[in-house]
């Protein structure tokens, strides 16, 4: 099974961002891959919106995607909190209201931390 594969078999488990239905059926194309690190832009099958994902393999596993069988990895390594619909919109509001470059965007410093 290639990484393409697998993570369209996988996607199934998860929701689009945008319009809440599950990602079967997704576009999945892999724009860069480093180590264990890979950077994917999906495509909604349902609503057609197109993320950037980055997917990082823990433990040296994928030489190991190959051998993978479906259902052997039908829990994540490690469970995370998605990100909510609120956030994006923060971020999306925040973004709609800058003016600036990407430089000055990342130094600005995090008001939302204590």
């Known amino acids: 099974m290639s990484i393409i594969e697998f993570i369209r078999d996988r996607a199934r488990f998860y929701n689009c961002p945008v319009c809440g ?3 079967k059926g997704c576009g999945v194309q892999v724009l860069s891959h ?3 690190r890979f950077h994917l832009q999906v495509t909604c ?5 197109t993320f950037i994902v980055v997917l990082a393999i823990a433990g040296g596993a994928v030489e ?3 051998s993978i069988e479906t259902d ?14 609120d ?3 923060d971020l999306h ?4 209201s800058f003016q600036g470059t990407l430089t000055e965007l990342i130094q600005q410093p995090d008001h939302s931390r204590g």
């Open 34 to 36: 480093e180590e264990e």
């Open 64 to 66: 190991d995607i190959d």
């Open 21 to 23: 239905r599950s990602l």
């Open 93 to 96: 509001l925040m973004l709609k």
């Open 87 to 89: 956030e994006i919109i």
């Open 72 to 85: 052997s990895a039908t829990e994540p390594v490690e469970a995370r909190e998605p990100i909510s619909v």
């Open 45 to 49: 099958a349902q609503c057609q919106v």
